[in-house]
């Protein structure tokens, strides 16, 4: 079992998408970023040439100048709150490209919104006329799942549940920059299970733990036995494959082997 630690989302109406992954995407490269959903709240707008628009601009500008390091941005005017996150295990290049892809596209699909979001596979962005780091937010939620189905449910979750369960716990510790963690374990019919864990960063040790743990018990009420999925909300996100998704070329070292409290033959 290896575990790597590295260093979330809002109002997603719920829906669901699936999408057959022909390629295993270990090394991340600076290609075209995988779009997975956008929104355009439409509760207020503004004027062309306005001020909110001015902020707006500013705003998104110098937001890319504003990384902790780690890959969380966050950036204020007086109208507008900007915040984006990339995904813990993205180099410092592609999180640059996929955050100014975002904003472009972002910009373009909703050009008079105060409040949009945006994310691709590897970060998010989202900007608002309101207050963007708190918690708890609305509970609704984006999820996609992998269409095929386990042949033996209860040993497929056996294996997945505590596995996520350590996880969440790594990724709630990570501190104030980096909450993110991601590992695998092989079930005795020599199935890999691979999850991958994340909150936003300015959530506390306990409000992580409680959006993750929230997000994963949805596993079995979603998913129905499938194997590979997620659920993303604007504050935490997870998700697991049979099939290594993660570019382990980016984390620098690997936390405490996981030790499971399975009997042989869970």
Known sequence: MSILVVKPLFRLPLIYIYTMINTIPIT????????????????????????????????????????????????????????????????PDVCSSCLNDSIVNLRKLCPYQKEALWFYEYCLLQYSNNTLLTYPQEKDYFYQFNPNITTDLDRFNGVLLPLMDYLIGIAAAGGPLLKFAYGNRTDPSLVTIYGLVQCAPYLTEQECSECLKDEVSRIGLNDNGKIGGKIVLLTCNFRFETYPFVNQSSVDSPPPPFRSSLPPGM
């Open 28 to 91: 991340l490269a600076l290609a075209q970023p995988v779009y997975i959903y956008s929104h355009c709240v439409d509760t207020e707008n503004f004027t062309l040439n306005s001020t909110y628009e001015t902020n707006l601009d500013y705003a998104l500008s110098a937001l890319p100048t504003t990384n902790s390091g780690l890959g969380f941005f966050n950036f204020s005017t007086r109208e507008v709150n900007s915040i984006a996150l990339c995904r813990g295990d993205v180099n």
